[in-house]
C-alpha cells in the first residue's frame, strides 16, 4: 500500500512508519547478504541460507522497491522534501524543530 500511495518505498523515518520502516531496512540488508556486500563466503561461492529468497526478492521487484537506501538516496530525498517545503511555505528556513527534514537542514548548515 505504502508504494502504491507515494509512488516510491523511500519510507520515511516518523513514528507512524518505524515498523515498515525497520522491515524495509532487513529486506536490505538480505539483499546485501545475497548478492555479496555482507558475509557473502567468495571462496565457495556460496550465499548465505539467511540471504533474501529468491521469490521475495522478485515479489518486491514488482512493486518497484527501491534497494538502494545509502547517504546519496537520503540526501536526494531529503532536497526534494526541501524544494517541496519551499512551495508550499515560499521559504527553505527549516528548523530542528521541524522533524527529519529540519535536523537535516540543520546539518546542511553546520558541514
Known amino acids: ?3 502504491q500511495k507515494n509512488n516510491h518505498s523511500r519510507v520515511p523515518s516518523t513514528e507512524e512508519c518505524k515498523a515498515l520502516q525497520a522491515w524495509c ?3 536490505r540488508q538480505l539483499y546485501r547478504m545475497k ?8 571462496e ?5 541460507s539467511a ?9 518486491l521487484m514488482d ?3 527501491d534497494w538502494e ?33 529540519g535536523r537535516w537542514a540543520e546539518t546542511q ?3
Open 1 to 3: 500500500h505504502f508504494i
Open 25 to 27: 531496512g532487513t529486506q
Open 35 to 42: 548478492y555479496g556486500s555482507i558475509n557473502n563466503n567468495k
Open 44 to 48: 565457495n561461492n556460496t550465499v548465505p
Open 51 to 59: 540471504a533474501l529468497s529468491d521469490e521475495r526478492e522478485s515479489l
Open 63 to 65: 512493486i518497484g522497491f
Open 69 to 101: 537506501r545509502n547517504h546519496e538516496s537520503i540526501w536526494n530525498e531529503r532536497i526534494h522534501q526541501l524544494k517541496e517545503h519551499k512551495h508550499q511555505h515560499g521559504h527553505v528556513n527549516v528548523s530542528n524543530k521541524d522533524g527529519v527534514l
Open 109 to 111: 548548515r553546520t558541514e
